[in-house]
């Protein structure tokens, strides 16, 4: 529809605006390029695109473009380009962001809920009940609720009124002013946008792709195929096809003309249905290609059945275990347990979606702008896959909003826009939409765990896994393995299977298979320890080797609420409260060639690296490993390109440990070199001494310009775990990090909701580099684990084998008024080999919060969830029962 | 006058706040020319009318209604815990008593259904869910209107432009037609909402069976308001939600409390809220959800604080 000439007041300006776009989203970003506001649901649910109309929050996705006519419109730019509301100081102040996607959305909704208050409250701090129903309408997927919290309270109490110090994140002030561009924010020249074309099939043979129409269609420049030489599709929303034009409406209109002639093969859709349903991979090649959700070692090999693949067995004397729990069950021995449990399938939804923005030259250079984990291993992959030289090819990100594992590989965005970039001859970007990020963007794959466990009490005598994941046509669920690593080294067999299915594939995702194994195993723990009478924490305690793990059962031990928790489903109220606990443990990644390169620049420093930061904090580890070794001095952190040296994915809790050696070793290097410059006989923290006295690093700085050293990672006193073996340049270290959680549940048995009210996670993750960000890391694990715990699902529909939830409404993430209480404990010994003396802790602590949680819920109740999530009917099903 | 004539000749989908309509642009259910209402005049008041009741005009947004109708606690107290902050701002009570379903297979362009046109109701054979607990018609998806549904339990009756007013139980109908979301003609438009007085010393209460604590679609809803004179229940009305294709209100429920002791035994009337239902094969679970929002509203109702066991504030 054509707005016609509108007269808009656009952060204090008064402007006529002439443009066509529908929404008022549209017209500031694509429209007015004030990219500040982001786009990301689409549906008013997440409120990334809030901006004031008139000085009031309102979602600019669903507001007509037409409303803006006569109106004042402020966007996150308006604000200032310095931080100046007293809320963004706040923000910056209390770390209410990691990625900082959603932050421009929060910081327009919060200031004006903070301007008001303090208008009609003045002096008093708002509770966390009116803050969070103020906020109720935004959503952050890092779970960065906490600090976002503690910052609107503390600004409408009047403590930032005045600029405060440094923040503890080094870019927040360009998140907060909406000024970090992210892919999705980057336009050049001569752009054109890139869609996608996706199966109307669940399984079915492509017998033609006609671009012809499209291509002749206004605007379009470049139509591509993306199917792979079988010419099949496996699952309804797959790639064929991608068309670029010369905006996202042509583009569209192009979309809906390329016409494709399906030949239809029977779905196999139910997992529970697979054997006798249709085949999915029907020879060895196309099982070879089958998409892995796997993190790390790749899936052990195994063999096919159909559509069964495994069992991937580990054992430690495996038939021994199974003959022990088949007598056991067979004399209803008290100390044995069997019981099913399973867990639906996550998806990651990060929120900037993925995003590709390609420019291949007719000079043969690829510049690739990507919402990627991975510029350094995306670099190498589009080299090898368009065959090029990698000093051809640079990637760029920026900012990341988010990834939480789906966006390690090279994903269709990547194909579809370097693809069209060639065939068109410029630049094209491709973005993924909600419904096809929630499609095939990511989910981590459901399982059903089939759990057997034996005890004599002091130990774990004998356990059985078998798990049966479930995610579409991709593998490598491997949950049953994780049983090696852990509660003895009693006979056990483990026994991982996957069954494929003609819907779409899952990735890796926060922990793989940890958190599903955890739901299993640690109820598992759990029950018996409830059976026999006793303290969870003390069994555990007994049964478990980990040394630091012990530390952390005694802090949580001593915990207050655990002390006083009282025995199981004591309650009579409606509101039944309960405590649970869980630990879990986790494998020690690290980029082994990461390096660091530090030069003195105008007097500061300035350190690269080819990391990327999707919210975890890569530049302020950076900034701070430098930092300690130059007292007083400012340092930069160029990251996010593919031309730096080395960097590691971030990935597999891998990013910490491999950079922050790297940039320690890179400030020593250049230390040394400066304190030889100068003439010094010793170098330290604050400076060069030097006959005449110590001579300080900013001083020393200043005659120094251009010096330049690179720092390499190095590796852990008595090397790797494999010490052969770098995958991708992956290596396994030694030992494993652990954490356990105390959570506390109110279940309201009337009407079935869960609530989490508390979370205690203690993590043995060694030194922590940053304090504050690595708590805002770890209280967002808590918070997907409360999604995956309690909301999160995604389902299909059982006869087209289409995504049903593909949107946020129908998709839930926790929001704001699910965030509990969460204490982070960190103990920070038991690293000593590492360089550094810390390790990552992104999944660790996220793997155990889903199980910590049927704990409490059983503990308030005495009904055991053994089905994720704990749904509201299920609950009332259960405690029915 | 002539702006309502001049809008309802002009081709094109109807459009107030535009929640709801942006939403489906996107998802492809609404693809023709639009009309913007906004500029119509005298729609955005709530005004007393000369009977001691309020006009609402169709413009009025629902954080107008929630803010301003204090004298209407239990309809205030729904608008208060719909959608979001943002939305509320902007959406208006016309667009909520008229807006489409939220059924997911509706709001997914990949199928075809009754309501988008189609035959039949993938629902049924798909996931069904978060469908109705009475199977009444070709569609199972609930109506979204939780104004809709507290609006029933008034008398309330609505103004069209167009056309006559009517209640607002014939705006939505029975329930039996799965082709659309209310009964408004093509041309018709929805101008207002007439309420009449509140009762004497009435009270009210809202509550939605939800898995998250706030801006989340309810599995079920309720919304009771009652009076108390003189040691009786003088009047006392239920309306509920994500029941049925339309909103309901309980008369049955309302007939075992009227006249009885507000000490009396709610929960048996409560249990009335299902009687006759006619649950999905994955709706079941409803029946009793459904009874428990309405024991909890009517306790709610009749005990005053909005508190729950623990003490603190209900959302």
Redesign the interface.
């Known amino acids: 529809?054509k707005v016609g000439a509108m007269k808009v007041e656009i952060n204090g300006e008064s402007r006529e605006i002439d443009d066509d776009a529908?929404?008022a989203v549209e017209l500031i970003r694509d429209g007015l390029g004030l990219t500040g506001t982001k786009l990301v649901c689409?549906?008013?649910?997440c409120?990334a695109c809030?901006v004031h109309?008139d000085g009031?929050?309102?979602?600019s996705?669903?507001?007509?473009a037409?409303?803006l006519d006569g109106h004042a419109l402020t966007t996150v730019e308006g604000l200032g380009s310095t931080p100046e509301h007293p809320f963004q100081r706040a923000m910056m102040a209390h770390d209410g962001l990691q990625c900082g996607f959603c932050t421009p959305g929060f910081v327009m909704?919060g200031s004006a809920f903070h301007d008001r208050w303090r208008a009609e409250n003045p002096g008093a701090r708002p509770d966390r009940?009116q803050v969070?129903?103020?906020l109720?309408?935004h959503l952050c997927r890092c779970g960065a609720y906490e600090g976002i919290i503690a910052a609107l309270q503390g600004a409408c109490a009047g403590e930032f009124d005045e600029p405060a110090g440094a923040p503890p994140r080094v870019e927040a002030a360009a998140k907060v002013t909406g000024s970090a561009r992210y892919t999705v924010d980057v336009t050049v020249p001569g752009m054109l946008h890139g869609l996608i074309v996706r199966s109307?099939r669940a399984h079915a043979r492509v017998d033609r792709v006609d671009l012809v129409a499209a291509l002749a269609a206004p605007g379009v420049s470049a139509a591509v195929d993306l199917l792979g030489e079988d010419r099949t599709v496996r699952y309804?929303g797959q790639p064929i096809a991608a068309i670029a034009a010369s905006t996202p409406a042509t583009a569209r209109a192009a979309l809906a003309v390329v016409a494709v002639g399906y030949t239809d093969l029977p779905a196999a859709l139910d997992v529970t249905g697979a054997e006798g349903a249709p085949v999915v991979y029907t020879d060895k090649a196309q099982r070879k290609a089958a998409p892995s959700s796997a993190e790390g070692p790749p899936p052990l090999p195994t063999w096919w059945d159909g559509n069964v693949r495994g069992p991937a067995t580990i054992s430690l004397r495996g038939r021994r275990a199974v003959r022990m729990l088949d007598a056991a069950a067979e004399r209803a021995d008290p100390g044995y347990l069997a019981a099913t449990f399973r867990t639906a399938a996550q998806a990651h939804t990060a929120l900037e979606p993925h995003a590709t923005l390609a420019d291949w030259r007719a000079d043969g250079t690829l510049t690739l702008h990507a919402s990627t984990q991975a510029v350094a291993h995306l670099r190498d992959a589009v080299a090898a896959r368009w065959k090029l030289d990698a000093r051809q090819v640079h990637v760029v990100a920026e900012h990341v909003g988010g990834g939480f594992g789906a966006k390690t590989a090279m994903t269709t965005d990547t194909v579809a826009a370097v693809e069209l970039s060639r065939a068109a001859g410029a630049p094209v970007r491709v973005v993924l939409d909600r419904a096809e990020e929630l499609i095939d963007g990511g989910s981590r794959p459901g399982t059903r765990t089939e759990l057997r466990m034996l005890t004599d009490g002091d130990r774990l005598t004998a356990l059985a896994l078998d798990t049966y994941g479930d995610g579409g046509v991709s593998i490598g669920s491997q949950v049953a393995a994780l049983g090696a690593f852990g509660y003895g080294r009693g006979p056990r067999r483990l026994r991982d299977f996957d069954v494929v299915t003609n819907i779409a594939p899952s990735c890796p995702f926060r922990g793989p298979g940890g958190a599903p194994f955890a739901w299993a195993v640690e109820q598992g723990v759990d029950e018996l320890a409830h059976r026999r009478g006793e303290d969870p924490i003390a069994l555990r305690r007994r049964w478990d080797g980990n040394r630091k793990r012990h530390a952390l059962y005694d802090t949580a031990s001593a915990l207050p609420r655990w002390r006083n928790r009282g025995p199981a489903a004591s309650g009579t109220?409606?509101?039944r409260r309960g405590v649970g606990v869980a630990a879990a443990n986790w494998f020690y990644f690290l980029d082994g060639d990461t390096r660091v390169a530090l030069t003195v620049r105008g007097g500061r420093l300035l350190a690269r690296c080819a990391v990327q930061d999707m919210g975890t904090g890569s530049r302020t580890v950076i900034a701070t490993a430098v930092g300690e070794q130059f007292a007083g001095v400012d340092v930069d952190v160029e990251i996010g390109n593919s031309d730096g040296p080395h960097g590691p994915m971030s990935g597999g809790s891998r990013t910490t440990p491999s950079i922050a050696p790297a940039a320690v070793a890179a400030a020593r290097l250049l230390r040394e070199q400066l304190r030889q410059r100068v003439g010094g006989t010793a170098a330290g923290a604050d400076g060069v001494r030097t006959a005449s006295g110590v001579r300080a690093w900013p001083e020393v700085l200043t005659t120094c310009e251009g010096a330049l050293v690179t720092g390499e990672r190095g590796r852990d006193r008595g090397g790797f775990l494999v010490p052969f073996l770098s995958m991708d340049h992956m290596r396994i270290g030694r030992g494993m990090s652990g954490s356990v959680q105390v959570t506390e549940v109110?279940v309201d048995t009337?009407?079935?909701?869960t609530?989490v009210l508390r979370v205690w996670s203690g993590l043995a993750v060694g030194r922590i580099w940053v304090p504050r960000l690595a708590r805002n890391q770890a209280e967002g694990s808590v918070i997907q684990g409360v999604g995956f715990a309690?909301?999160e699902q995604r389902?299909?529909?059982?006869?087209?084998g289409?995504i049903?939830?593909?949107?946020l409404?129908?998709y839930?993430i926790?929001?704001?008024?699910?965030t509990p209480e969460i204490d982070v404990h960190f103990y920070e010994q038991g690293w000593e080999h590492v360089p550094g003396g810390g390790i990552g802790l992104g999944e660790v602590a996220t793997i155990a919060v889903a199980a910590s949680v049927g704990n409490a819920v059983h503990h308030a109740t005495g009904w055991r969830p053994t089905e994720l999530?704990i749904?509201?009917?299920r609950v009332?099903?259960g405690l029915?029962r | 006058m002539t702006a309502f004539i001049t809008a309802a000749a002009t081709i094109g989908e109807f459009r107030a706040g535009g929640t709801d309509l942006s939403e489906r642009r996107r998802s492809g259910r609404s693809t023709g020319p639009l009309v913007d209402l906004t500029g119509l005049p005298g729609l955005a008041e709530i005004t007393p009318t000369p009977d001691g009741g309020v006009r609402i005009g169709a413009l009025v947004t629902v954080e107008q209604m929630a803010r301003d109708l204090s004298g209407y606690p239990a309809l205030a107290a729904t608008a208060a815990a719909l959608a979001t902050p943002e939305i509320r701002a902007v959406a208006t009570v016309g667009g909520n008593l008229l807006q489409h379903t939220r059924c997911t297979y509706y709001r997914n362009p990949a199928f075809s259904c009754v309501k988008s046109g189609g035959d039949g109701c993938p629902a049924r054979t798909g996931v069904a869910h978060h469908g109705v607990a009475d199977d009444r018609g070709p569609c199972v998806a609930p109506h979204p209107s939780s104004i809709g549904m507290a609006l029933l339990t008034y008398d309330a009756v609505v103004e069209v432009s167009g056309g006559p007013a009517r209640t607002v139980a014939a705006l939505f109908g029975d329930g039996s037609d799965g082709t659309r979301d209310h009964q408004l003609g093509d041309r018709e438009i929805l101008t207002a909402i007439v309420l009449p007085p509140p009762l004497p010393g009435e009270r009210g209460a809202y509550e939605r069976a939800t898995s998250r604590r706030f801006a989340e679609w309810p599995l079920v809803e309720a919304v009771a308001r009652i009076s108390v004179t003189e040691g009786r229940i003088t009047t006392v009305r239920v309306g509920v939600g994500g029941v049925a294709p339309v909103p309901l209100r309980l008369v049955g429920v309302e007939s075992l409390l009227l006249d009885g002791a507000p000490d009396g035994p709610l929960a048996a009337a409560a249990a009335a809220a299902t009687d006759g239902l006619r649950p999905l094969p994955h709706t079941a679970y409803k029946l009793p959800l459904l009874r428990a929002v309405v024991l909890d509203v009517l306790h709610r109702a009749l005990t005053g604080p909005d508190q729950d066991a623990a003490g603190a504030p209900r959302p």
């Open positions: 529809m529908e929404t689409g549906g008013g649910v409120g809030t109309l009031r929050p309102v979602a996705c669903l507001l007509p037409t409303a909704a009940e969070t129903a103020a109720s309408g109307q309804h109220g409606r509101f109110e009337l009407l079935g909701m609530r309690l909301y389902l299909h529909d059982p006869n087209t289409e049903l939830t593909s949107n409404e129908d839930r926790p929001g704001i008024g699910d999530p749904r509201p009917d009332l099903e029915a």
